[in-house]
């Protein structure tokens, strides 16, 4: 159950703990989606610590390469046993790199990007079908989705039956594939687009952990569905990084690992 009183320190230490995860995770590999973990550590953090109550509420991946940081952060509360943490991205692995239909501590995730909310969507209007009033609905979402135009018509969805325990937890880090999402597709007003589709909107610093409580806390009390747009970067949290490393599938050579580990590690201590 999530500690709604959490202290921002307490935030904090779980968002650190979680990248150090990540970290230990991809090193095997030399590579892999951390800069995903980096960037929504102190979402999920938050969302953890303050909102989320596992098996109660309902918890969409939408973007299937982000199942590093849920992984990560279920280990925390022990969803995920930590020690099978290091069997992620190997053949045969429950840990997949990317999530799957079969992936442990999420309700789904979705391989093709853009599909979360649509089935957010679809939980959220079954809970209320249900007479479930208690339950909430929380999609983790990232801004390349914006791109997909499922993703809109499920907003508008949800905005027109009034989905008021449905919460998106969008992690705006302009990072995808192909370079910098706002390079690849004009996206900006996020908050305005949401907000003409009938969504209770915040447009926060994703890293700024007090501000995240304050969006979750008010999400909570909305009369309608809400977004919180989390502007955030894949390198935060990670100063021994290279300048140029690439965002969206980090090289993670052996010494670079140790050197990162260190960091968390000290900043843990």
Known sequence: MPHLAAESSEVRRFA???????????????????????????????????????????????PGHYII????????????????LATY???????EAIGTERSPAVDLTC????????????????????????????????????????????????GHHHLDRLVVLLDANDSQVDGPVSSITTLEP?????????????DIDGHDVDALGDAVAAALHA?????????????????????????HFIKLPPGLAREAIAELEARLA
């Open 190 to 202: 996020v908050a305005d687009k949401w907000a003409a589709f009938g969504w209770n909107t915040h």
């Open 16 to 62: 650190d703990a979680l990248r150090l995860e990540a970290v230990r995770m991809v090193a095997p590999h030399g590579f892999g989606y951390l800069g995903q973990a980096l960037s929504s550590a102190e979402l999920l953090a938050t969302l953890y610590l303050r909102a989320y109550r596992p098996g109660v509420d309902q918890l969409v991946c939408s």
């Open 111 to 158: 391989g093709s990007l853009g599909l979360g909310l649509s089935s957010g969507a679809g939980f959220a209007l079954a809970n209320r079908l249900k007479g479930d009033s208690d339950a909430r609905v929380y999609v983790v979402a990232s801004d390349g989705e914006l791109e997909e135009g499922q993703l809109w018509e499920a907003a508008l969805f949800a």
């Open 89 to 95: 991205g190997f053949d045969d692995s429950a840990l």
């Open 223 to 247: 009369d309608r569905p809400s977004v919180i747009i989390a502007r955030t970067s894949t390198r935060t949290g990670l100063d021994v990084l290279p300048p140029d490393a690439d965002g």
């Open 69 to 84: 940081a849920v992984f990560a952060a279920a280990a925390q509360i022990g969803l995920v046993d930590r020690e099978q």
